[in-house]
């Protein structure tokens, strides 16, 4: 397998770990702020907010200091595919819950009101009316959430380092190359056609608003 292969291979498996981690965690933060009590809502936010405005590198060391032998001694996520997955779930967490979020506030809360009154119970009322209702939406967000975990470099690569058929996903490829050789273009056209793809699906699926 081409290098560029093995790469992409990488980071997909990686992304794909991280949205198992993302999905569950994501869609209840999600839900909560979207449907929960006011009180609190700001300071949830913004801690769920926080790793689009840290560097990567920061969540990186913090990820280390949680998962290392001074944290929950898990070392043996430090420099693996684990490691990896657990850095791209944090960065990619707070995309996912902001357009499902968005998605979620986009159902009509008077047609979750009208399943209550017919006897729904509340987990009824989410799993029949409001989640199929923002399907298009929730979708939307598992392939941002994915895009963006799939893009992931400064934390992956201070959690799991560089190893060659381990952890080397496609943006730890991209700076391998460009450091080794000053150039890195198949890699970095290869990122940037599927990030497009990623794109224009989750465009396509956005939910449209009435005119």
Request: hydrophobic share 60%; aromatic share 4%.
């Amino acid at each position: 397998m081409s290098p560029e292969l093995e790469a992409l291979r990488i980071s997909l498996e990686v992304a794909s770990a991280a949205m198992l981690l993302v999905v569950p965690i994501g869609l209840a933060l999600a839900w909560w702020l979207a449907r929960g009590p006011a009180r609190g809502r700001a300071v949830v936010e913004a801690l769920v907010l926080l790793p689009l405005v840290l560097p990567p590198v920061a969540i990186g060391v913090a990820l280390l200091a949680v998962l290392g032998r001074n944290g929950l001694g898990l070392v043996s996520f430090v420099g693996t595919w684990r490691g990896a997955a657990v850095a791209a779930a944090v960065v990619a967490l707070p995309v996912f819950v902001r357009v499902a979020r968005a998605a979620i506030e986009e159902v009509d809360p008077r047609l979750e009101g009208m399943a209550s009154v017919l006897g729904a119970s509340p987990p009824r009322v989410a799993l029949t009316v409001t989640l199929p209702l923002a399907e298009r939406g929730l979708v939307a967000a598992l392939v941002l959430g994915f895009a963006r975990a799939l893009g992931e470099f400064g934390a992956t690569i201070v959690v799991a380092g560089a190893v060659r058929g381990e952890t080397e996903t496609l943006p730890i490829a991209i700076f391998q190359a460009f450091e080794e050789r000053g150039s890195a273009t198949a890699l970095c056209a290869l990122s940037a056609g599927l990030a497009l793809a990623l794109a224009l699906a989750s465009a396509w699926l956005a939910p449209r608003r009435a005119a």
